[in-house]
């Protein structure tokens, strides 16, 4: 089969006019709460998973992968001109972003910015053509242990790539994992902590737990803080860049996009971690580290490139190997399942125009996004300036109406007030409830997996240990775990999310 | 005198304490069996002593070394989302989409400081004319924007 072949199909699928709009609209909304500070991805996402069950799942998946990518593109113009993090990515870019700003760059920094992310897109989606398909036929090598091996080593990057106290992200793993075990046990047919619920003998519904802990959590600590009137730092000035900035900014694009391609494959990766270690390289790399918090223009390239890159390869696990390696892919597994698809390497056997067009949308709507946000700059600023007591009634009616609206029980909606109060104490006590949301979905396939494989083996334990490939994956995790009880590594790991 | 020196850790510890003592008594009767022919019971036992042991761990290193505080809480703003979406809960089927909208609209906005009542019913009337809009002739969902059902 010949990649430019499956590409051309793929952009026949993703090109008619209806998936066309679900790009546009994924990306506008994307690119809208990338702007706005406050709403992030994983909130906006789960938010929207109501709407999709009417669409296609093609349309479907391209608009909530828009979403995903449009808000790296955003999140940058609030950082430039308002040195508030607009995206959780973007808060490097705040740093000499802002700066630039404040010498009166900041239009040449958001460009700057909008053109590295392009670049980076289009790599990015060059490198999932590419190596997804070859990732996915090893994958078909593989059996339960594999996959239970390579579950275990995703949820221990996403322990080791968490912000903040290890320990206690280990402990929001569990805590997951223990909330996925909620419902009917396959095997024996037992149910167990359902307290007699009968919605929850299907498990936890994934929708209003997401919403809970992501959107209401959210706006409840942000509520917790003072509100102001969010002033704009300095004009926006022209959009080009001058001979030296581009000069500068070339490698640093170039770093970043391999840098934040590599990080987004690797489980617990994605778009945060890549912008951090980029800004960080960047640093190290520079001839002139002074410039560096005094608006130099690779400190915002590299960053922008890098979470924009990650924010797309961390698709590649999700759609070769059906493993989530962020609470985003962990949300857009969700979204397959209301649409019937099970997430894992048939995708691309069995729905070739689901892959190739999904693959072929992020192309094309990264093109929209350059356009979304260098001409249209100005309406994302007025926007702005929206008050925050007029947007989250505006979340909380969505959120409500959705979770409601997928089952028509008023169950979902109260248990959606019950994660939401979860959600917010989890906040106050730094408890990053990313890793929960990643136990959660990977519990029940764990658990799964282990039984099989235990099947398998006639119930001998070293089958993990004896099949090549699933004993590399738990050297790997092994390796892992033994980076974070190394001091050395916890220290550079302090300071990385420290900058 | 015990003095709790890093006061998220010390409570995160005890609420992950909470959880697994739960999970380990409304466990209590689930078969457990072995690793090699796993219980509905197993993982559920020892993730459930798992988490326990975490949350004694950093609640106890909560005691030992210094730490962030808790921030503190505004009551309002969380009482009235919560209110907001438990209202929502118990009126979509009595009283239909668009009343149960515009009410928690309102509900909503009283959980900001800098609220304004004109404001807040011009919104709440916004919201409830756009999520007929949305929900019911767009998405086509099968929702009464009005009803009587008591």
């Given amino acids: 089969m010949d990649v430019f072949q499956n590409l051309a199909a793929g952009f026949g699928a993703a090109a008619t006019p209806w998936n066309l709009l679900f790009c546009l609209f994924g990306c506008l909304i994307g690119t809208l709460i990338g702007v706005l500070p406050g709403i992030g991805p994983i909130a906006t996402i789960a938010m929207l998973l109501p709407i999709t069950f009417g669409l296609d799942p093609l349309g479907a998946l391209i608009m909530l992968a ?46 700057i910015a909008a053109g590295g992310s392009f670049f980076a897109g289009c790599v990015a989606t060059v490198l999932i053509a590419a190596f997804a398909p070859i990732l996915a036929s090893f994958a078909e090598q593989f059996r339960s242990p594999e996959y239970f091996a390579l579950m275990l080593f995703g949820l221990v990057a996403a322990v080791v790539l968490a912000n903040g106290s290890v320990i206690k992200a280990v402990g929001m793993v569990i805590l997951g994992l223990l909330f996925g075990l909620t419902g009917t046990e396959s095997q024996s047919g037992m149910v167990r902590y359902t307290f007699g619920v009968p919605e929850l003998y299907d498990g936890i519904d994934f929708v209003p737990l997401a919403m809970g802990l992501f959107g209401f959590a959210e706006i409840m600590t942000n509520l917790d803080r003072k509100e102001g009137a969010r002033v704009l730092a300095a004009k926006i000035g022209s959009l080009l860049p001058t001979r030296e900035e581009l000069h500068r900014s070339m490698p640093a694009v170039l770093r970043g996009t391999t840098m934040g391609s590599l990080l987004g494959i690797l489980p617990g990766g994605g778009a945060v971690m890549s912008s951090f270690a980029a800004y960080t390289l ?18 915002v390239a590299g960053p922008e ?33 209301i649409q019937g698809i099970a997430p894992g390497t048939a995708i691309i ?32 600023v007025r926007l702005l300036q929206v008050p925050y007591r007029l ?11 959705g979770a409601y609206s997928i089952s028509s029980s008023t169950f979902l909606v109260t248990l959606m007030a019950g994660f939401a109060l ?5 906040a106050k006590l730094g408890c990053e409830a990313a890793p929960f949301l990643l136990g959660f979905v990977l519990g029940p396939l764990m658990e799964e997996n282990f039984r099989r494989s235990m099947v398998l083996s006639f119930g001998d334990p070293s089958i993990f240990v004896v099949r090549p490939i699933s004993a590399t994956i738990l050297v790997a995790t092994l390796g892992l775990v033994l980076l974070i009880v190394l001091p050395q590594f916890r220290k550079t790991r302090d300071v990385a999310f420290q900058e | 005198m015990i003095r709790v020196k890093n006061p998220q850790d010390f409570w995160a510890g005890l609420l992950f304490i909470a959880f697994g003592a739960a999970a380990l008594w409304f466990g209590r009767d689930f078969p457990v069996g072995t690793a090699m022919k796993m219980g509905p019971g197993y993982l559920p036992l020892y993730l459930s002593w798992g988490v326990v042991g975490i949350g004694a761990f950093v609640t106890l290193r909560a005691l030992a070394i210094e730490g962030p505080a808790v921030e503190p809480s505004r009551i309002r703003p969380q009482v009235f989302i919560l209110l907001a979406i438990v209202v929502f809960g118990l009126m979509i089927e009595r009283f239909g989409l668009a009343p149960a909208v515009a009410v928690i609209a309102l509900i909503a906005s009283f959980a900001s400081y800098e609220m304004k009542i004109i404001e807040s019913l011009m919104l709440a009337a916004g919201l409830a004319a756009a999520s007929i809009l949305l929900f019911i002739y767009l998405l086509a969902q099968s929702m009464d924007p009005w009803a009587w059902n008591i």
């Avoid at chain 1, 190997?321 to 609470?327: E, K, N, Y």
């Avoid at chain 1, 093109?367 to 100005?378: E, F, Q, R, T």
């Avoid at chain 1, 947007?391 to 109406?401: D, G, W, Y």
């Fill in chain 1, 66 to 111: 828009g979403i995903y990518y449009g808000a790296q593109y955003g999140g940058s113009t609030t950082a430039i001109l308002m040195r508030l993090p607009g995206e959780s990515s973007s808060v490097v870019t705040c740093i000499d972003g802002y700066q630039m700003a404040l010498k009166g760059r900041a239009g040449s920094a958001l460009a």
């Fill in chain 1, 282 to 299: 960047e640093k190290k790399l520079s001839k002139r580290p002074q410039e560096f918090g005094h608006g130099a223009v690779e400190g």
């Fill in chain 1, 305 to 337: 490139s890098a979470n924009n890159a990650g924010a797309q390869t961390s698709f590649i696990p999700l759609l070769t190997l059906g493993i989530p390696s962020t609470p985003v892919m962990a949300i857009m597994v969700g979204a397959m399942t």
């Fill in chain 1, 349 to 380: 056997t069995d729905r070739p125009d689901l892959f190739w067009g999904m693959i072929a949308s992020m192309w094309l709507g990264n093109l929209m996004l350059v356009i979304i946000n260098l001409p249209m700059i100005g309406i994302w």
């Fill in chain 1, 391 to 401: 947007m989250f009634p505006c979340i909380l009616v969505m959120c409500c109406v």
């Fill in chain 1, 422 to 426: 979860l959600g917010y104490v989890f």
